[in-house]
C-alpha cells in the first residue's frame, strides 16, 4: 500500500537553529514529490516539486532533496515566520493521486 | 491574478441536512480536486476531476457528490450530512501536463455537522 511519513511531528527551533524535516515514502511508480507549506486557518501553499532521485530545490532558507525512498526539508537558520506545518506529498502512479503525510509542525522562537 | 475561492469559509449545519460547498478557480486548470483534512489524517481525497463532465472518486468518497459542468466550478455536495463529516474541506486544482503538476489550493470551508 502507499504511504507517506513524516517525522518529527512537531518540532521546536530557536531563531537560527538549522534543522531538517524527513519525508519517507512508498509507492508504486513514483510521479512527483511535493512539499507544502500551511499556515493555521489556510490552504496549503505549493513549495517544491522533486521529479528524481538527486535532484534538490531551493527557496531562501529552505532546500528540499529526494532519494528513492524519502526527501528531507532542510531548513537553515530558521526565522520566526517560518513557522508552520510542513506537508509532503507523492504522486502515486499506481493509484494516480497524490498521497499526503500527516505533516511536521515547525515552531521558530526568537 | 489568478486564484481560487472557496465559499462558505464557515458552515454550520444539521444532521441530515444537504448541503453544497463551492469552489471556484481562475487559473483555467482542467484538473480540479476536493480533500478533507481532519486531525491524524492528513488531507484525504474526495473527488477529483480532469475537465468538463469528467468526475472520479477519492479514497473517502462515501456521501459525497460532485459534478463538473464548466472549467472553473467543482461544487461539493454532502447528500446528508453526518457528523463524521465535520471536517476542514478544501478545494485545489492544477493544469494537465504530461508531468505531474503541482495542486493550488483555497482557503478551505470548515464544516460543522451537528
Known amino acids: 500500500e502507499d504511504q507517506v511519513t513524516q517525522s518529527p511531528e512537531a518540532l521546536r527551533l530557536q531563531e537560527g537553529e538549522s534543522s531538517s524535516l524527513n519525508c519517507s515514502y512508498t509507492?508504486?511508480?513514483?510521479?512527483?514529490l511535493f512539499w507544502y507549506r500551511q499556515d493555521p486557518g489556510k490552504g496549503p501553499e505549493f513549495l517544491f516539486t522533486l521529479y528524481s532521485a538527486g535532484e534538490e530545490k531551493e527557496k531562501e532558507r529552505l532546500k528540499a532533496t529526494l532519494t528513492k525512498k524519502e526527501s528531507f526539508l532542510h531548513i537553515t537558520a530558521p526565522k520566526p515566520e517560518d513557522s508552520a506545518t510542513y506537508l509532503c506529498?507523492?504522486?502515486?502512479?499506481?493509484?494516480?493521486?497524490?498521497?499526503f503525510g500527516a505533516g511536521t509542525r515547525l515552531a521558530v522562537h526568537p | 491574478d489568478a486564484e481560487i475561492t472557496q465559499s462558505p469559509r464557515h458552515k454550520i449545519t444539521e444532521t441530515g441536512r444537504q448541503v453544497t460547498l463551492a469552489c471556484h478557480q481562475t487559473w483555467n486548470h482542467n484538473n480540479m480536486f476536493w480533500y478533507r483534512q481532519d486531525l491524524g489524517h492528513g488531507l484525504r481525497l474526495i473527488h477529483y476531476s480532469y475537465g468538463v463532465q469528467d468526475t472520479n472518486k477519492g479514497e473517502v468518497s462515501d456521501g459525497y457528490s460532485v459534478s463538473r459542468s464548466n472549467t472553473e466550478d467543482l461544487p461539493l455536495t454532502l447528500e446528508s450530512a453526518a457528523s463524521s463529516q465535520t471536517s476542514v474541506y478544501f478545494c485545489a486544482s492544477s493544469e494537465w501536463g504530461l508531468a505531474v503538476n503541482e495542486q493550488f489550493f483555497g482557503p478551505g470551508t470548515r464544516l460543522t455537522v451537528l
Open positions: 506529498a507523492v504522486f502515486s502512479g499506481g493509484y494516480n493521486k497524490l498521497i
Open positions: 509507492v508504486s511508480g513514483l510521479r512527483g
